[in-house]
C-alpha cells in the first residue's frame, strides 16, 4: 500500500490548478478515447462537472464558452471533439501581452498625485473670474498639502507657484497675484483632525460589538 502512495512532486504539473487533479485525469482520459461519440459524451460531462463547482454560473453564456476554453486549455489542446464555441488557438494564448504604458504623466512630481494634472486641465478650461481663481487657489493649497505629506517638512510658496505654472504649461502664475497660500501648520492640522475622527469611529465601531 506504501508502494502504491504518490506524491505531487511525482505527478504531472496541473494546468489549472484549481480545478484539481481530479478533472485534470478526467480530462486525460478524454483525450486518449479513441471512439469520437464516447470522447463528446466524456466532454460534456467534464463540462458538467466543472460547471457544478460554481453553480450561480452554470447556465450562463459566456460562462459556458469559459468552460470549453479551459477544457481544452487543460487539455493541452490535444482534445478532438465538438464544442459549441470556436476552439480556442493555443499560439494566441502563449502570446506576450502588449506592455502597459506607466500611467504617471509627471513622473518628476509623483508626489502631487495623477489627478493633480486633471484638476489643471478643468481650471484651465474655465473663463477667468473669481470662481476660476478660487479653483487655482484650492489646487495650489492641496499640492502645498501633497508636498508637507511626502517631504513632512516645510516649503515655501514660491516652490508651489513654480510648479503650478510648470504643471500648467505656463498658464497659471499664482505668483503675480500676491496672495499666500495656507499656513502649513493649519494644512496638516486638518489631517490630523481628519485621522483622529476615523480612529474615534474605528473605536466606537470596536466597541460596540457583541462580546461572547
Known sequence: MIEQLE?????????IPEYGRHIQKMVDIAVATEDAAERNKQAKAI?????NLQPHLRDV????????????????????VESPF?????????????PLGYPQNFPKYRFYGNNIKRMIDVAN????????EALEFA?????KKCYLNW??????????FKHLLELSNGKIDLAAKEEDLSDASNLMKQKKKFSNKN??????????????
Not at 478650461?125 to 476660476?132: I, Y
Not at 480612529?199 to 461572547?212: C, E, H, L, P, V
Open 139 to 143: 489646487i495650489a493649497n492641496h499640492m
Open 125 to 132: 478650461s474655465w473663463d477667468e473670474g473669481e470662481m476660476k
Open 151 to 160: 517631504n513632512k517638512d516645510t516649503v515655501e510658496d514660491a516652490v508651489i
Open 47 to 51: 463540462i458538467g462537472v466543472m460547471g
Open 61 to 80: 453564456p459566456d460562462f459556458q464558452h469559459k468552460l470549453w476554453d479551459q477544457l481544452f486549455i487543460m487539455s493541452d489542446f490535444k482534445l478532438d
Open 86 to 98: 470556436p476552439k480556442p488557438s493555443k499560439e494566441l494564448l502563449q502570446e506576450r501581452p502588449e
Open 199 to 212: 480612529q474615534q469611529r474605528n473605536n466606537k465601531n470596536r466597541n460596540s460589538r457583541k462580546r461572547y
Open 7 to 15: 506524491y505531487n512532486t511525482e505527478r504531472h504539473r496541473l494546468i
